[in-house]
């Protein structure tokens, strides 16, 4: 009867899976920025190297090569090179110095040493850490060299991860190297229970390697695709926007059509970015103001002002229902035909004092949505006296 953590085995392979999708979708990024590709890289590395030891992936190479113990070899040499290699891109993006010899040379000599060790040791069929000392196979010195190299340089590498991921660093950034750096952290629980498994033979550690790689591998994935989740976040947070503002431009600009900055075809429209789209709808949307706020006297701004300030409305409301107010008596007001005067007052900003280039975009839009949100209760509210 398999125990509660051998039914955990699943997750060594999510966790891969999640791996190679963080590297499959910062892939683009990779191509494109040339400071990203180390992390990249590194990620890629950590995935092939945690792929060649699944057992479906063992068993085939072990049909293309002759003898599968050769197999096993080449996948532990790999994963020196990996681990190597992986520490010396986290020290390059943390803009510590690499020490390339020193690395590179002591992963050469790891190598040689677990050839050595493998061809001089007993014949044997695979290279596994035997139940019993009395089973052929490697000697135990392959697995203390072995599994120290990876030790060290994964105890190193994540705390390179979380020293960098500081409170100076950007938040999306340090979160990012907190989560690859536990991960890494994860693999140096591994590499000790292994150690720990090695020198006592007890069948109580084998069934947590699966598990523990698992979510080593999660917690990397999480790191590598942490900005891919902000951006869609953000891509989001622009469609909401968007559509959010969607009725307040609409009426606006049928009434103020010049403001509009069409473009010269449907497919170009389309290949805009949201994020320009959005810019210029409150671009669109502030201009119709300018031109509106001539449609709207200063009797009837007045009367606007009292009639909101009667209502208790919280005070961060106060300027978007009064704007809301404005809007639809001046678009009644071109609708009837009657003539602009010029408006001294400052009705296009979020105050009285604040015109839309004393603030970020950001603030821009969240305070037109505001405007939006009271534009839409003011046109299905029943008109009001003097408005």
Known sequence: ???????LAWIENAGIAALWSAALVR?????????QR???????????????????VTAVLARLVPGAHWVDLTTHLFS????????????GAAGRRRRTGVLFGTAAAVMVALVLLDVLGPAHERNRIAPS??????????????????????????????????HGTPRLLRYGLRLFGSGILLASVLWLLKLVYLYTRSPVFAPLFSPVTGVE????????????????????????????????????TTHTPDVVLRPANRLGAAAVPLQLRLYRRVIEIRDAMIVLRNYIPPATL????????????????????????????????????????????NLTGSGDQDGP??????????????????????ATAPPRAGT
């Open 27 to 35: 892939a683009p990024q990779a191509v494109r920025h040339r400071e």
């Open 80 to 91: 020196i090179v990996d681990a190597a290699a992986v520490l010396w891109f986290i020290h």
């Open 302 to 345: 007045d009367s606007i002002r009292r009639s909101v300030n009667g209502q208790s409305l919280p005070a961060h409301l106060v300027d978007a229902h009064v704007t809301a107010r404005w809007l639809s008596a001046a678009l009644r007001n071109k609708r009837e035909g009657r003539k602009p005067h010029a408006q001294t007052a």
């Open 217 to 252: 591998a999660v917690c990397m994935a999480l790191g590598v695709a942490l900005p891919v989740f902000a951006r869609i976040r953000t891509h989001l947070q622009y469609r909401r926007s968007y559509h959010g503002l969607e009725r307040l431009w609409q009426d606006l």
């Open 357 to 378: 280039s004393a603030r970020s975009l950001g603030h821009e839009i969240d305070h037109l949505l505001l405007v939006a949100d009271a534009y839409r209760a003011t």
């Open 133 to 166: 000392p009395a089973t052929p196979s490697v000697p135990d010195a392959y697995w203390w060299v072995f599994f120290a190299f990876h030790l060290t340089a994964d105890t190193v590498c994540g705390l390179v991860c979380w020293s960098h991921g500081r």
């Open 1 to 7: 009867m398999l125990t509660w953590i051998e039914k």
């Open 38 to 56: 180390p992390l990249w890289f590194a990620v890629v590395m950590i995935a092939l190297a945690m792929s060649m030891h699944l057992e479906p």
